[in-house]
């Protein structure tokens, strides 16, 4: 099996012990264990612009680097992969640009991912293809190698037709993404907005997940579009978790924040979907109103950071650290902090720590494909203590119900829902968090590879 995404599963970083540092974002959490247990060879660029380096295996995977120049990063990466899809397919939270130039070198890069693969893929290899960077690739790849069963997983929201139908190449995307076998999507309506789009813009014939592509040589191939909703490896949270090591650091953390009653904790890449404002002004207002007391509470804030040269992450970062920073002025006192703001990332010890250390787990964002971060929660909670605070418009929520669900835009309801997290009884607590344990430890990481590879397997039968 070959998988493809425009990041390695590694960065390339020299200031780092071996030289590699763990890539963000919930894409490589999620498809590493899957690599590495099933061997294979996992395409992608290494994170730094104009590096060459050769094939090399680490950890059990064989990793292919696909060389980026610092224009390709400026157009395809920063430009139209995080400045046109990212918003427009978030529901234009922040409002997309259209540049010929962007599309350009989307199309450029998205070719020379599809010939990397195309000369390391071996005769009827299995192809994954991973995320919104790439959607070209699967109808590229069928052209160059025919013999290839193509799979590609759609990681973030696709959405409503509507919004959708602003990308200027829209049908082109389409016809990128139509390449594949199978078309994974997070969540039901993720599948049913694409096959609408496909409907209306193709107009093929839709039925069920099964969508009909005509071919170029006049046959009609039969394409699956469906959801596949993407998990962790719960399992490792959960041995993580049961560490003493952990779990004295995680007492460590409550005491070096002043053994506050509670801990609200929020952990995002510093992303304007995330609804971190929202999450501040909600907090900043019970401290404001005296529904909180700064004394027995504590936010911890983790923005790991992400997109740095894109301007609306800039601005977003500036938002943030100014509301941060005029919330402790109003509300710290020399013992206490209200928000402990970490711009930094951790390692994954640490998170689980933090995760073990949080009676509150915050997660409002505003869109979200899935939210992993959110399971991660849930898997740590060995104790069965804990809340999660979970924003309805997160993929997460259609599996997680028995969190305490939020509509992150209304101000007064995320206000009382953070109070009801506080002030819930251990035993409620127990039943909810035991039943979200459930779930996530019966819909693993593993399991979503299977059903979608198992998927892959049954269009390689057939043809
Ligand atoms: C999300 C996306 C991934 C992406 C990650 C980190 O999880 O779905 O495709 O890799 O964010 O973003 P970055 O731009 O740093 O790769």
Redesign the pocket.
């Known amino acids: 099996m070959i998988v493809v ?3 390695l599963p590694v960065d390339h970083d020299p200031s780092v012990e071996g030289g590699w540092r763990r ?6 959490a999620a498809l590493e264990p899957v690599l590495q247990r099933t061997g294979g060879a996992w395409v992608g660029w290494p ?1 730094t612009a104009d590096l060459e380096i050769d094939p090399f295996e680490l950890e059990g995977m064989s990793l292919v680097p696909v060389a980026l120049s610092a224009e390709d990063v400026a157009l395809y ?1 920063e430009g139209f ?2 400045d046109t899809i ?1 918003p427009l397919y978030h529901d234009v939270i922040s409002p997309p640009a259209y540049h010929r130039e962007w599309w350009e070198a989307y199309v450029r890069v998205n070719r020379r991912f599809a010939e990397a693969v195309a000369s390391t893929a071996a005769e009827g290899a299995v192809v994954w293809v ?4 790439l959607q070209l690739v699967p109808r590229m790849l069928r052209e160059l190698r025919p013999d290839l069963v193509i799979g590609y997983f759609h ?2 929201p696709f959405p409503a037709y509507g919004i959708y139908a602003q990308l200027p190449w829209r049908k082109q995307v389409l016809e990128g993404l139509l390449g594949a076998d199978v078309i994974g999507f997070q969540r039901v309506q993720d599948a049913g907005n694409f096959a609408t789009a496909v409907r209306r813009q193709l107009g093929f014939e839709t039925k069920a997940g099964a969508i009909r592509v005509p071919e170029p040589d006049g046959a009609v191939r039969t394409a699956v579009a469906k959801a596949y909703p993407i998990s962790i490896d719960a399992d490792l949270y959960d041995e993580l978790a049961r560490r003493p090591e952990v779990q004295a650091r995680a007492a460590e953390i409550r005491e070096s924040l002043g053994n506050p009653k509670t801990i609200l904790f929020g952990v995002d ?1 510093l ?1 304007y979907t995330k609804g971190i404002g929202h999450r501040l002004k909600a907090y900043g207002e019970l401290l404001e109103d005296h529904r909180l007391d700064v004394e027995d509470v504590t936010l911890v804030q983790v923005a790991s950071p ?2 740095e040269r894109v301007a609306a992450y800039m601005q977003l970062r500036d938002e943030i650290e100014l509301t941060v920073g005029r919330i402790n002025g109003d509300h710290d006192t020399v013992g206490h902090t209200a928000i402990r703001y970490l711009h930094h990332s951790y390692p994954r010890e640490e998170m689980v720590a933090l995760y073990l250390a949080a009676d509150v787990m915050l997660v409002t964002a505003l869109r979200d ?1 899935m939210n992993l971060v959110a399971k991660e929660y849930v898997a740590s909670r060995v104790d069965g203590r804990g809340v999660l605070v979970l924003s309805e418009f997160t993929g997460a929520a259609d599996e997680m119900s028995q969190a305490v669900k939020v509509n992150p835009h209304d101000i007064e309801g995320l206000k009382d829902a953070i109070m009801t997290a506080i002030e819930m009884s251990p035993s409620e607590q127990g039943r909810r968090m035991r039943a979200l344990r459930r779930r996530v430890r019966d819909h693993d990481v593993a399991d979503w590879s299977r059903r979608f590879l198992s998927d892959l397997d049954a269009v390689r039968a057939t043809s």
């Open positions: 995404s425009n990041r890539s963000p974002g919930g894409l490589v994170g990466y992969s995080n990212w991973q995320d919104y960077q990681h973030i890449r992303d992400s997109r494909g």
